[in-house]
């Protein structure tokens, strides 16, 4: 049976897993690091006051969490006056410190090919992340439409706000798959060393694959 043409690319682009791992690492450093340097600008400190306030496991961080509606601000806009209850309000130290726990994560993931132990933290904290982000769409009530008159409001009908937080599902899949990765390379590494030392000393022994 002759083998055309596509079916010889399907071939060739089904033996790039490789690839995809790699471009898959690189796509999440990305993120953590753009979005992690965001942290220290305050008006992405400021947007992420309402997902914070609600959430149980970051709100004690605040001050003042439950009098975040009434000091939110518009992005690109400036009002002095909300800036320093931000500022009150642990908002940037708080924001700050994701920030580098963000570029961590990402420089834990780019050090797989040097070290897979770094690898699969940098994924098990990706993927911690993730867990801690989506719990946001049941915390934050402005993770959905608000009801303002028009009939689609509430569940299922996600904000701006929400939309961007359901996207990290894929962040997710995308840590679990470099976690599996990384505890197989690890793994690999372990069990080689010894069977690499056994045939220095016994060069004529067959080992079974």
Do not use: C
Request: proline residues 5%; charged residues 15%; aromatic residues 12%.
């Amino acid at each position: 049976m002759k083998i055309s043409f596509f079916d010889e690319a399907l071939l060739a682009f089904s033996k790039s897993e490789r690839v995809g791992l790699a471009l898959m690492r690189v796509a999440i450093a990305i993120v953590f690091m753009w979005i992690g340097a965001l942290k220290f600008v305050p008006y992405e400190a400021d947007s992420i006051t309402p997902f914070v306030a609600n959430s149980p496991a970051l709100s004690f961080f605040y001050d003042h969490p439950q009098e975040y509606k009434q000091h939110l601000t518009h992005e690109g806009q400036l009002v002095p006056e909300q800036r320093a209850w931000q500022t009150q309000n642990n908002t940037y130290g708080l924001s700050r410190g994701l920030g580098v726990i963000e570029w961590i994560t990402a420089l834990l993931v780019l050090a797989y090919p040097i070290s897979k132990k770094a690898g699969l933290l940098g994924a098990a904290l990706t993927f911690g992340t993730t867990m801690i982000t989506l719990s946001f769409l049941i915390t934050t009530p402005e993770a959905w439409v608000p009801a303002l008159g028009d009939a689609q409001h509430g569940f299922p009908y996600l904000s701006g706000a929400g939309r961007l937080v359901l996207k990290d599902t894929m962040m997710m899949a995308g840590a679990w798959i470099i976690g599996v990765d990384a505890a197989r390379g690890i793994l690999a590494e372990k069990f080689s060393k010894p069977r690499a030392r056994n045939a220095v000393r016994n060069p004529n022994r067959q080992f079974a694959s």
